[in-house]
């Protein structure tokens, strides 16, 4: 009989549709390259753990572009990676729900979260999401940032679950090996949740 109680998801490129290189190509049309940028500043990872506003991500963003782009044409940029949330990947979850504590883990920031929320109220019932969790864990909020083992144990710490009880699906693999440093169960998702993640999800959680 499985050990696993718990199972903490990630949420870009496992349950929400994300591609980056949408950003990175709406900032190299206002001029930018963010690659650079983050070479050189810390401006993203302060962002992801809150120690900056986003009026000051957006402020950190204009002294590298002309001083008149707009905080819209910031936003649209940043948040172009974030894509759709199909409906069977909120059904398999709630499914979930019914035998094991569900969580989310994701490295973001108030802007992605805004903007997910509207394209979530639009398409969705709102409440629908906190029900589909037994909690949400958002780095900007928690001060906490994956892939750093701190965050796992502050995450396992605070639902009162051993880490080896616990199977996190990430589909980063820094992230994985973060998790699994802490102790937890791990599961790398090569694509979001569809049939043939779910059924790795299914075997991880049968043994």
């Given at each position: 009989?499985?050990?696993?109680?718990?199972?903490?998801?990630?949420?870009?490129?496992?349950?929400?549709?994300?591609?980056?290189?949408?950003?990175?190509?709406?900032?190299?049309?206002l001029?930018?390259?963010?690659?650079?940028?983050?070479?050189?500043?810390?401006?993203?990872?302060?962002?992801?753990?809150?120690?900056?506003?986003?009026?000051?991500?957006?402020?950190?963003?204009?002294?590298?572009?002309?001083?008149?782009?707009?905080?819209?044409?910031?936003?649209?940029?940043?948040?172009?990676?974030?894509?759709?949330?199909?409906?069977?990947?909120?059904?398999?979850?709630?499914?979930?729900?019914?035998?094991?504590?569900?969580?989310?883990?994701?490295?973001?920031?108030?802007?992605?979260?805004?903007?997910?929320?509207?394209?979530?109220?639009?398409?969705?019932?709102?409440?629908?999401?906190?029900?589909?969790?037994?909690?949400?864990?958002?780095?900007?909020?928690?001060?906490?940032?994956?892939?750093?083992t701190?965050?796992?144990?502050?995450?396992?710490?605070?639902?009162?679950?051993?880490?080896?009880?616990?199977?996190?699906?990430?589909?980063?693999?820094?992230?994985?090996?973060?998790?699994?440093?802490?102790?937890?169960?791990?599961?790398?998702?090569?694509?979001?949740?569809?049939?043939?993640?779910?059924?790795?999800?299914k075997?991880?959680?049968?043994?």
């Amino acid at each position: 009989m499985s050990t696993i109680s718990t199972v903490i998801f990630d949420l870009g490129g496992v349950i929400l549709n994300l591609n980056q290189d949408l950003t990175l190509r709406a900032f190299q049309r206002l001029g930018l390259d963010l690659s650079e940028v983050n070479f050189n500043s810390s401006i993203f990872t302060d962002f992801e753990t809150g120690k900056i506003t986003a009026s000051d991500f957006r402020s950190g963003i204009k002294t590298h572009l002309n001083e008149e782009t707009s905080d819209i044409a910031i936003d649209k940029a940043w948040n172009a990676m974030l894509l759709d949330l199909p409906e069977h990947r909120l059904k398999a979850i709630e499914h979930l729900r019914k035998t094991h504590k569900v969580y989310l883990l994701s490295n973001t920031n108030s802007i992605h979260i805004d903007a997910f929320n509207a394209y979530f109220m639009q398409q969705y019932k709102p409440e629908r999401w906190v029900q589909l969790f037994d909690k949400i864990y958002y780095s900007y909020e928690i001060g906490l940032r994956k892939p750093n083992t701190d965050i796992y144990e502050f995450v396992t710490a605070d639902i009162r679950t051993q880490p080896e009880q616990c199977l996190f699906v990430d589909d980063s693999l820094a992230n994985i090996k973060g998790a699994a440093s802490a102790g937890l169960n791990t599961l790398h998702a090569h694509e979001p949740l569809g049939e043939d993640l779910w059924k790795q999800l299914k075997g991880a959680l049968a043994k």
